[in-house]
């Protein structure tokens, strides 16, 4: 299995909602990704799970809340959300944990968020 | 910090012609790893081909090649032949070995005439 698995591909939620966000991968891989991308930029960091620990938070508002169950889970809970907060939301995954990222990452194919 | 620059936010080529998307990148470090990622419409970004920067030889993926030049930190992506199904943003990125995650460019957008 080489694939990032990302459910689900699209989803609509009011600003009451709570929603979340799952990516799965069966690569072994050791660290974990959520990017956020608006239309025509490039993928912004959110955060980073190294070896299922947050590594790295982008100073990311508390109505995202990520969450890393198992070493190949990663799920990102949505409460609250902002209309601007509308974008492609993609999982990647990389071999290696710690600060290395030496083979660049594999991408599961996103999920189309739209909070109205 | 690390910086990627693509100074090319369009681009466009006719099919079966060569095109060329540029890359530049700020880095001190002296260990580190270049990528092209592609990202077509349908969403999923692909990475196209990959560079260690320890290696003076460019790599080569097919009708995919780079110029790495690590003395001017330039990262250009060649592509041959160029098909239909290449019309994508693609995104050149660099990693490292003590920052946990890429920086990525600003994005090419290219589009394939028939």
């Known amino acids: 299995d080489t694939e990032v698995t990302q459910t689900p591909k699209h989803l609509v939620m009011g600003m009451t909602n709570k929603k979340s966000l799952k990516c799965e991968q069966h690569?072994?891989?050791?660290?974990m990704y959520w990017y956020k991308q608006k239309a025509k930029k490039p993928p912004e960091l959110m955060f980073v799970y190294s070896y299922e620990k947050l590594s790295i938070n982008e100073s990311v508002p508390s109505r995202f809340s990520p969450e890393c169950p198992n070493s190949s889970l990663l799920n990102l809970h949505l409460h609250a959300l902002q209309p601007e907060d509308s974008a492609l939301y993609l999982c990647a995954s990389s071999q290696e944990g710690g600060q290395k990222v030496t083979y660049g990452y594999t991408f599961g194919s996103g999920t189309r968020l739209t909070v109205v | 910090a690390q910086t990627v620059t693509q100074s090319q936010p369009e681009m466009s080529v006719q099919e079966a012609e060569t095109v060329t998307l540029s890359c530049t990148y700020d880095?001190?470090?002296?260990?580190?790893?270049l990528f092209w990622y592609k990202q077509p419409p349908s969403r999923q970004m692909i990475l196209v081909i990959r560079q260690e920067a320890y290696k003076q030889q460019n790599a080569t993926e097919n009708r995919f090649s780079v110029n790495f030049q690590k003395a001017a930190k330039s990262f250009s992506l060649k592509i041959s032949d160029s098909q239909l199904g290449d019309a994508a943003m693609y995104f050149c990125a660099w990693g490292g070995t003590s920052y946990g995650k890429l920086t990525f460019g600003q994005g090419t957008i290219l589009t394939v005439h028939p």
């Open positions: 880095t001190s470090e002296s260990d580190y790893y």
């Open positions: 690569m072994g891989h050791r660290a």
